[in-house]
């Protein structure tokens, strides 16, 4: 029986240690914690990638991707999907490549994201897998 009794007593320095407006939320605790931790992170996401976007849009060389996939990720900002695309680029003087690239898109538009359809892109010179649909 001692197996059990240290077990009890584990778990009571571990509830001392809570503070009292912790206490009795367990999981629910744990969750709204790690949710709002997941949230700060996708908000730096979206400032660093707004400021990419705005760079891009100004000195990326324009471009055509041909879709060849779209794919919902699960995640919308301001009742907007984030897409993850497979796009075959298209830049002059370059042969034509394939990338990867998540954006978030209006719900409006995603008719116009299918799989065969041609869409304008602003394309990193340094880095050609960079890119932002425009």
Same mark, same amino acid.
């Given at each position: 029986?001692?197996?059990?009794?240290?077990?009890?007593?584990?778990?009571?320095?571990?509830?001392?240690?809570?503070?009292?407006?912790?206490?009795?939320?367990?999981?629910?605790?744990?969750?709204?914690?790690?949710?709002?931790?997941?949230?700060?992170?996708?908000?730096?996401?979206?400032?660093?990638?707004?400021?990419?976007?705005? +760079? =891009? /849009? &100004?000195? $990326?060389?324009?471009?055509?991707?041909? @879709?060849?996939?779209?794919? *919902?990720? !699960?995640?919308?900002?301001?009742?907007?999907?984030?897409?993850?695309?497979?796009?075959?680029?298209?830049?002059?003087?370059?042969?034509?490549?394939?990338?990867?690239?998540?954006?978030?898109?209006? +719900? =409006? /538009? &995603?008719? $116009?994201?299918?799989?065969?359809?041609? @869409?304008?892109?602003?394309? *990193?010179? !340094?880095?050609?897998?960079?890119?932002?649909?425009?």
């Amino acid at each position: 029986m001692g197996f059990f009794k240290d077990l009890r007593n584990l778990k009571k320095a571990a509830d001392d240690l809570t503070p009292p407006e912790h206490r009795g939320l367990g999981g629910s605790f744990r969750m709204m914690r790690d949710g709002v931790h997941q949230a700060t992170e996708l908000l730096e996401d979206l400032k660093e990638g707004g400021e990419e976007a705005q +760079r =891009l /849009q &100004t000195s $990326g060389r324009p471009g055509t991707a041909l @879709v060849m996939a779209l794919r *919902d990720t !699960g995640v919308t900002i301001n009742e907007n999907p984030q897409v993850e695309l497979d796009l075959q680029v298209t830049l002059e003087g370059v042969s034509p490549y394939n990338v990867t690239h998540r954006q978030v898109i209006s +719900r =409006l /538009q &995603t008719a $116009g994201f299918q799989p065969g359809s041609t @869409v304008n892109v602003r394309v *990193d010179p !340094g880095d050609l897998q960079k890119l932002i649909l425009v």
